[in-house]
């Protein structure tokens, strides 16, 4: 919050984030996690041989890639087109690594395996939407060498295809006189081996276009949140400005360390804190309250007031009304105090209860709208909002009228007077009783124009 209103306002330049990099984070993860079940449960299942110490390189170097996909995915890393490129990099590399991985746990005997490959491929489509397309194709590559490498006859087969084996030769040696069976107990033909990397080079270019319409749905969800973000940060400044121009003095105070957070222009004014900055300050060093434990529940609990809370202003005293409002500002839970001062009040009503006159208030229609003590004592049932009808107390044309009332053993002196509303035709009136003498003397005063009128016992 500004704490001069006048300055111009500066937003800050907000800080790179890309929650599609920790998606991918989070994903490669759950590779990892993938892998163990893959490997664990078909070893158990079955009886083909895994390199234990390989594989657990190979792990180990995923987890070093979900650790440099965190490091990537930091705020404070600065955004830039070498980024973009060391993110591709490294989902290609997770990709060979994970390839790896499933040549030393089992290779084409673990054909389970092969469902991991479809969780980087999903994951793809957080870095752009050709991404699946490229580790598709990196994983439908890494399998296809490493089945290579494991099955003579699909080398031989694929020799036959290409007219020559050359590069074959060059990458795996010479191909051996006696196939070897890819399955422990179980001679797998070469159709059935070429029938599982088509199936498996579908799937994975399936759920690249999966990925595609999963990115599309998430580019829509994620504007939708930049957008409400941006609104929400609109109206928060919008909101801190109008706590700054609030016509009474206001106070935003953190309740757990009950020090005050902003503070509004009539605050700084009211509570005499020009020479020291009300923000910073504790809540009870800025305002001095006469019983703070009552205020210090409001700010921690609910909402609620606390009236006739007397605050010391420099050497005077000021009886107020307090209220709490906690609301959420920039992330966290602060308490909104608003001091209304009643002092006025306080002291007109004061005055008019140690009166020695009862005194109404009432309006047009002839409704109570306040009285005083020595009214509530004279009218046993006097009420805000009570009928004072018949309406013999109006003062008439003049706007003020004397007269006097028996009520009960006294007679009172009644004072009438007319009270004009600003822009309105409507008055209200005040009606004073004074007592003056005893009930049953006709004339008090000895004048001979003492009136005394019918007993008034109750206001209904």
């Known amino acids: 919050m500004r704490p001069n209103v006048e300055s111009t306002q500066l937003i800050a330049r907000p800080v790179w984030e890309n929650p599609r990099v920790h998606l991918l984070d989070d994903i490669w993860l759950m590779t990892i996690v993938a892998i163990l079940v893959a490997t664990g449960v078909p ?7 895994v390199d234990l110490a390989m594989a657990s390189w190979g792990l180990l170097a995923l987890g070093g890639v979900h650790v440099a996909f965190t490091m990537l995915a930091a705020p404070t890393r600065s955004h830039g087109k070498w980024r973009d490129r060391v993110l591709t990099l490294l989902d290609i590399g997770g990709v060979i690594l994970i390839g790896f991985v499933w040549q030393h746990v089992g290779g084409l005997q673990n054909p389970l395996f092969l469902t ?6 999903m994951g793809a489509i957080f870095l752009s939407r050709w991404h699946p397309y490229l580790i598709a194709a990196v994983s439908v590559v890494a399998v296809t060498v490493v089945a290579l490498s ?27 006189a006696v196939p070897q069976p890819s399955f422990s107990g179980f001679f797998a033909p070469s159709n059935y081996l070429i029938v599982l990397l088509e199936v498996f080079a579908i799937l994975l270019f399936a759920c690249a276009v999966a990925a595609e319409y999963v990115g599309t749905i998430f580019e829509r969800l994620n504007a939708h949140i930049v957008m409400a973000r941006t609104e929400a940060e609109r109206g928060q400044e919008m909101w801190a400005g109008l706590i700054e121009r609030l016509p009474l003095p206001a106070l935003l105070v953190d309740p757990d360390t009950l020090r ?13 804190a020009a020479e020291i900055p009300l923000e910073g300050r504790p809540l009870f060093e800025a305002v001095r309250v006469s019983y703070p434990d009552v205020v210090h529940e409001l700010i921690v609990g609910s909402d609620g007031g606390a009236p006739l809370t007397v605050i010391r202003v420099a050497d005077q005293l000021r009886v107020t009304h307090v209220r709490v409002l906690h609301v959420a500002h920039k992330g966290r839970r602060l308490a909104l105090l608003t001091i209304e001062d009643a002092t006025e009040v306080f002291c007109l ?47 008439g044309l003049t706007g003020r009228r004397k007269m006097h009332v028996e009520i009960g053993p006294r007679v009172y002196q009644v004072t009438s007077s007319a009270v004009s509303l600003a822009g309105e035709e409507e ?34």
């Open 260 to 272: 005050v957070v902003a503070s509004s222009e009539f605050a700084t004014i009211y509570l005499r």
């Open 427 to 460: 008055r209200i009136f005040t009606v004073a009783f004074l007592p003056v003498a005893r009930a049953g003397q006709a004339d008090p005063f000895a004048t001979g124009s003492t009136v005394v009128t019918t007993t008034l016992s109750q206001l209904r």
């Open 349 to 395: 009503k004061a005055a008019l209860d140690t009166a020695e006159y009862a005194a109404l208030v009432i309006d047009a229609r002839g409704l109570v709208l306040a009285f005083n003590k020595p009214a509530g004592a004279l009218f046993g049932g006097a009420e805000v909002g009570a009928d004072a009808t018949p309406r013999w107390w109006e003062p």
């Open 43 to 49: 070893w158990f299942a079955s009886g083909f041989e």
């Open 150 to 176: 494991q099955a003579p006859e699909l080398r031989w087969y694929a020799s036959g295809l290409l007219g020559n084996d050359t590069w074959l030769t060059w990458l795996f040696g010479n191909q051996s």
């Open 116 to 121: 991991v490959f479809a969780l980087p491929v």
